[in-house]
């Protein structure tokens, strides 16, 4: 393959992670075989959401733009692991398998991929502006590289409030580019800030490879020219993706300062819905297919005997329903009023006068 992850070698790291020794089947699942159960469940739920966006995309019942997690599921399942309640997610415009895994109601999502007053950003975002405060789930961010000076100012807000909090920022490969990603890395460890650094480099910035336009494609070991601890994980294997962020997070709540994850993973679809994919060689896409995380952990669950096909049957059926039950309620939900157009736009006016 023509490009490759840190310059070296064309898919994910080759060696895996030996599997762990799985209990029998149902019904004394061992605590580790319902783990994974789950984390299949939940990269399931993105897959299949995603899939029905781009049916629905064609339907034209979803406009704008569309930027498709398919692939990364990992990522974003394996790092959520690790994170609890009172932590902070900032994310970019891929950002709907984050927001899934955060535990925003996939209803809520739909819903503001319509454009509908019951979306988690009340219509006015779409699908690249999914926010959720109250999960502190702080976007969607459509400029590159634009949310990560907002995780800072987050982790030291919460540092000043003498909370023991973490942000998790995830960001990909293209905010390198970026100064933003450069200036934020620097006053974060400079001041200590708890800032997970999520990078999601699945080697293209839209059209462009990475090594068409970093002279050095490492990007863990930039990172770590900043003075943080920073290494490369397998973006592909959401079991090597949760080892890293819990022991990322681990030492960051016990006051180490911020740390960077370069996940190396791929996205097997074009970079939105109006891109023909025309700049990826066609078998380094399969290549990287053949790693899907989905199946993958699927097929290791299989393997150690604590998924079967009956098994496998019934969590598709119920993240379908989930799904089916989105889309109705999406689609009856209401449009926002025209008299409402303003609102949020300016401040109110009762409190400016006051
Ligand atoms: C500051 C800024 N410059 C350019 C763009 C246009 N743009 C949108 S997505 C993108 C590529 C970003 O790639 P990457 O960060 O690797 O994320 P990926 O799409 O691969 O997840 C660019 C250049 C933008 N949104 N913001
Ligand atoms: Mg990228």
Sequence with gaps: MAT???????????????????????????????????????????????ERCVELYSAAAIRGFVHLYIGEEAVAV????????????????????????RGIPPE????????????CSHGRGGSMHLFDADRRFYGGNAIVGGGLPLAAGLALADRLRGESRVTC???????????????????????????????????????????????????????????????????????????????AIESMRAGSGPHFLEMRTYRFRAHSMYDPDRYRPKDEVEGWKRHDPVTGLADGMRTAGVLDAAA??????????????????????????????????????EEAEA
């Excluded at 394996?78 to 895994?101: I, M, N, P």
């Excluded at 390198?176 to 480099?201: D, I, K, Q, R, Y």
């Excluded at 329903?321 to 939900?333: F, K, L, N």
């Design 78 to 101: 394996g790092v959520h692991q690790a994170l609890d309640e009172r932590d902070a997610v900032v994310s970019t415009y891929r950002e709907h398998g984050h927001a899934l895994a």
């Design 312 to 349: 496998l049957d019934d969590l598709e059926h119920q993240v379908s329903a989930e799904i089916d039950h989105a889309v109705r309620a999406a689609e009856q939900a209401p449009e926002e009023p025209a008299e409402d157009l303003l609102l949020h736009v300016t401040g109110r006016p």
């Design 169 to 247: 920022c995830f960001f990909g490969d293209g905010a390198f580019a970026e100064g933003e990603f450069h200036e934020t890395a620097n006053l974060a460890a400079l001041w200590g800030l708890p800032v997970l650094f999520v990078c999601e480099n699945n080697l293209y910035a839209m059209g462009t490879a990475l090594a068409r336009e970093h002279a050095q494609t490492d990007l863990a070991m930039r990172a770590a020219s900043y003075g943080m601890a920073a290494w490369a994980v397998d973006g592909m294997d959401v079991h090597a993706v949760e080892k890293a962020a819990r022991g």
């Design 4 to 50: 490759a992850h840190g310059g070296t070698s064309a898919g994910p790291p080759k060696a895996k992670r030996p599997r762990r020794a799985h209990g029998p089947t149902t019904p004394s699942r061992t605590p580790a075989a319902t783990h994974d159960l789950d984390l299949l469940r939940q990269m399931l739920l993105i897959r299949r959401f995603e």
């Design 108 to 119: 809520a999502v739909m819903a503001e991929m319509y454009g509908k007053t019951t979306g």
